[in-house]
């Protein structure tokens, strides 16, 4: 496209890049970047009771950080499942209705309501030196204690039987308003400098064997997936805000 205002001349090429002729002078450009609602995508995750998904390296935790996601819960049984678990913290969706934080297998945090029919936004952020976790579950919040917590190592689990959609991982620590952006999907500058990795599952839909991370440097990171399928029947209507 090209523009001529007052004199200047000024062309952008398909890939965005600008190029601006005019006589010698003082000029003043202004560059119109507004605000888009993005989809992430229409794909996700679906797993059933034998199904799992892992990274193929382990991932280096910090003392402090946020993983976030979307799940929607698609199991009667009234067994607890893992729905997400790093060292020895679990996400545990509790009789097919609440999530809870588990360190060590005992309960830190329970949410007081039960899940919905359709998709439920979820974070679990820790701090180590604070010794605290928090579980967000839509726009509620439940703050644990532990001293206990520990980022490395394996332990037993029973599989989430359901949908799982945009899992990320963000560095640092954050407050209450700032997982409500992440929620509602606002507009976070800088936030995509914050994201280590990315899970939007935008591989083909049929059995899924490797999803990889968005970040670019974070590849190596990919999940391994196992009875898992990438589906896109009831897709995750969420937008997030982008320039």
Not at 29 to 41: C, R, S, Y
Not at 174 to 202: N, T
Request: proline share 4%.
């Amino acid at each position: 496209n090209s523009n001529e205002i007052n004199g200047p001349k000024s062309t952008t090429d398909p890939s965005g890049v600008y190029a601006v002729t005019a006589p010698l002078g003082t000029h003043t450009l202004e560059v119109h970047n507004p605000l888009k609602q993005q989809n992430l995508g229409h794909n996700y995750l679906h797993l059933d009771s034998s199904s799992y998904a892992k990274t193929e390296l382990v991932i280096q935790s910090d003392s402090a950080g946020l993983w976030s996601g979307w799940i929607k819960a698609t199991s009667t049984s009234s067994v607890p499942q893992t729905v997400f678990k790093i060292g020895n913290l679990q996400l545990i969706l509790q009789s097919n209705q609440r999530l809870s934080l588990q360190v060590n297998g005992t309960n830190v945090a329970t949410a007081s309501s039960a899940l919905g029919q359709d998709w439920t936004f979820f974070a679990v952020a820790y701090d180590i030196d604070s010794f605290h976790c928090t579980l967000y579950v839509d726009s509620s919040f439940y703050v644990g204690t532990t001293s206990n917590l520990q980022l490395n190592g394996n332990g037993s689990y029973m599989s989430f039987q359901g949908d799982l959609d945009l899992l990320e991982y963000r560095e640092g620590i954050f407050d209450a308003s700032y997982v409500k952006s992440i929620l509602k999907g606002s507009f976070i500058p800088d936030d995509h400098q914050r994201i280590r990795y990315a899970y939007h599952f935008e591989e083909s839909p049929g059995p899924a064997l490797r999803c990889l991370s968005s970040m670019g440097d974070a590849r190596q990171y990919a999940l391994q997936c196992f009875g898992a399928v990438i589906d896109n029947i009831a897709p995750n209507p969420f937008t997030r805000q982008n320039k």
